[in-house]
């Protein structure tokens, strides 16, 4: 009963936090189960255990595309996926009537709701120094490695190695992605026009853990304590409006002390939240 594994056993071990079944606890079901769902929410998005990095694979179709390729209004291709998407009009004293058109990307796929941050995509590496049996990099090894298998051999292949890369990194730049979370959207900013159908990619990134899934969820120790805190609050909040109400043996209501009491523990586990459950940012280093 201490371990919670399923959501209501999470509910019931907040519920018994609280005083239950010895006192009852005056918040519906429905505010229960809404503050089950604020609190998991929380935790996948700040709490570094409720994500897992996950390398997920996608094979582009040729809606993909197509979409990436979007048209211009005139018909011809545009194959960085810029589409005329909505227009302005201002009169302007002395100059009429003013019209500005306003384009975004269609260059996007679609990213499961579950993924809530991307590190990065695997490069698209299309080059002839690295691409294929034939690339500089195979031959450099086959030749000169292969046959020499000495210190001298793989210290001059790994040097040789990084200036061809020195090479590919300033003649071949890096695709460009953006995402957002609010989105689930993934913008691949690259030359539709030269992606084929069926080609795999491969994400970099973190995946909200499922509590369904991973029941261990519900008996993660920040989450258990947030969650009482937050049938408290609203516990007090409900008990609010009967404040000043006598109950037999002059007993008073105080609703307001319950919420005030909740909000103070609130302040104070989310400040823990950031100093022992969250990973902290990066310093920026230089300019």
Not at 73 to 81: L, M, R
Not at 127 to 147: E, H, P, R, T
Not at 156 to 174: A, F, N, R, V
Request: hydrophobic content about 35%; some cysteine; charged content about 25%.
């Amino acid at each position: 009963m201490a371990k919670p594994a399923t959501r209501q056993g999470l509910v019931d071990y907040c519920l018994r936090q609280l005083g239950a079944p010895v006192l009852e606890i005056n918040v519906d079901d429905d505010q229960v189960d809404d503050l089950v769902d604020d609190a998991i929410q929380l935790f996948n998005e700040r709490h570094f255990d409720g994500v897992e990095r996950m390398y997920l694979k996608y094979k582009l179709t040729q809606d993909d595309i197509d979409r990436g390729k979007a048209n211009n209004k005139d018909g011809s291709a545009n194959t960085v996926g810029i589409v005329t998407t909505t227009g302005t009009s201002t009169n302007v004293s002395g100059l009429g009537t003013v019209t500005s058109n306003w384009y975004e990307s269609s260059n996007f796929i679609q990213v499961p709701d579950s993924v809530v941050g991307i590190e990065k995509i695997f490069k698209f590496d299309t080059s002839a120094i690295s691409n294929g049996m034939f690339s500089v990099k195979y031959q450099l090894f086959l030749n000169d490695v292969a046959f020499n298998l000495g210190y001298n051999g793989l210290l001059s292949y790994s040097m040789t190695k990084s200036y061809l890369e020195d090479i590919d990194m300033m003649l071949t730049t890096d695709k460009q992605v953006r995402y957002n979370k609010r989105q689930d959207r993934l913008y691949l900013d690259i030359d539709w026009g030269s992606e084929n159908a069926d080609t795999f990619i491969i994400l970099d990134c973190y995946r909200a853990l499922d509590p369904n899934t991973f029941t261990g969820v519900y008996n993660d120790t920040f989450l258990k304590k947030y969650l009482t805190i937050l049938i408290k609050r609203q516990w007090g909040l409900n008990m609010m409006k009967f404040t000043g109400t006598k109950l037999p043996g002059g007993i008073e209501l105080n609703g307001r002390q319950y919420y005030e009491d909740a909000e103070r523990e609130l302040e104070d586990i989310k400040q823990r939240m950031s100093l022992e459950y969250e990973l902290p940012p990066l310093d920026l280093i230089g300019w």
